[in-house]
């Protein structure tokens, strides 16, 4: 994913590039491209009491284990598990993290792509730590580009595609899993109401998302001139362009796909470990039905995600014992390799926050070099 030489000219800005060059001083008079003043302001400090609060609340989860007698099965399962599947969670994390860089990179097409990693990075580190959700976490990503310089406008309205982009695979995989279970493809319980309805709520929500686009051009048709309309208008726009994404044949977007499937199979290799491991579609649905548990503000969700995954996972007929083993072990995972990760990479973006940032090419015009230069080496 390394830049070419050629790629790293300097490339033309206009007002709704993605990211322009940083050091232009702003209306203020400031330096920098910052568009914040303060230190207090640093969403660094919520970052490091997010990362304290979550060190705290592991540690009395753990306590909780041990200390409990009723879940001393669980302490013994989680201290018996083997090794090398909890390496494989580990690396599928990983890869998780980087489909979340590689899905940022698509819809930040000319962002730098150290600089885009880092602020994706920084991103999914604030969504483990920090008690944001998916949509806060991707605002601390376009509050960094924007502290560079970028166009807030345009930030704002990419990081919903963004958020819209993620979703959607979400849905999608909701549906996916819903259907393969009830037409008896994939195994599991056979109760509809655990197959069935999340397939068809998913799929109204598919429905009602293309169909959005459309209902609110014929709203803002009926109004008159004024914010109101301008906001239905980009609202559409946005759906418009996420769709676009997914539509659209380009490789990168197997970087969404990486970011929530490698996650679930990260909680796969954690049944693995646990020696117990359930049909995929039950753990794909207990994992989407359970995930929304993180509507709640609590760091790391620590004890709210855990207690709807098992509870899920039990509902779904699988033994209390492993699932709760397997999504402990699951949830520190998840939680600490891109809290780890993307504290690094956080930390580097404030150090090189006054370093000149230069937009890549659009993709047209790399693609355009790409061909050209492999015509030079045939000639």
């Known amino acids: 994913m390394a830049a070419s030489a050629d790629d790293s000219r300097p490339a033309e800005a206009d007002p709704g590039d993605d990211v322009v060059l940083a050091g232009r001083r702003d209306r203020r008079g400031g330096g920098g491209g910052g568009t914040r003043g303060r230190d207090d302001e640093d969403p660094g400090r919520s970052l490091w009491r997010g990362l304290i609060s979550l060190a705290i609340l592991v540690v009395l989860v753990v306590s909780l284990l041990l200390a409990v007698p009723g879940l001393h099965g669980v302490a013994d399962a989680v201290a018996d598990m083997r090794l090398g599947w909890v390496a494989v969670a580990v690396v599928f994390e990983i890869l998780s993290c980087v489909g979340y860089v590689i899905a940022f990179l698509q819809v930040f097409d000319r962002a730098p792509i150290r600089f885009g990693a880092r602020v994706a990075l920084s991103e999914l580190a604030f969504g483990a730590a920090v008690s944001l959700g998916g949509a806060g976490s991707i605002a601390v990503g376009a509050w960094l580009l924007v502290e560079r310089g970028a166009n807030p406008a345009r930030v704002a309205q990419r990081s919903a595609v963004l958020f819209l982009l993620t979703s959607a695979i979400n849905v999608i995989t909701l549906v996916l899993a819903g259907l393969g279970l009830a037409l008896g ?25 293309l169909a959005l686009p459309m209902i609110s ?47 679930i199979a990260v909680l796969a290799a954690c049944f693995a470990a646990a020696g117990t491991v359930p049909p995929l579609a039950t753990i794909v649905l207990a994992y989407q039905i359970g995930y929304l548990s993180n509507l709640i503000p609590v760091p790391g969700n620590i004890g709210i995600l855990d207690g709807s995954l098992v509870g899920m996972f039990v509902i779904y007929g699988v033994a209390a014992t492993p699932a709760t083993a397997a999504t402990v072990v699951y949830h520190a995972i998840a939680l600490w390799v891109p809290a780890m990760w993307g504290t690094v990479a956080f930390i580097i973006l404030r150090r090189t926050r006054n370093e000149p940032l230069t937009l890549r090419p659009t993709r047209e015009v790399r693609r355009r070099r790409r061909l050209e230069r492999r015509q030079h080496a045939t000639e």
């Open 185 to 209: 493809v994939l195994n599991g319980p056979d109760n509809p109401l655990l197959s069935v309805v999340p397939a068809a709520v998913g799929t109204a929500v598919l429905a009602l998302f």
């Open 217 to 263: 051009d014929r709203v803002a048709a009926g109004w008159s001139p004024g914010r109101a309309r301008t906001l239905l208008i980009e609202f559409a726009g946005t759906i418009r362009s996420t769709r676009a994404l997914l539509t659209t044949p380009d490789w990168r977007i197997i970087g969404a796909v990486m970011f929530l499937w490698c996650d």
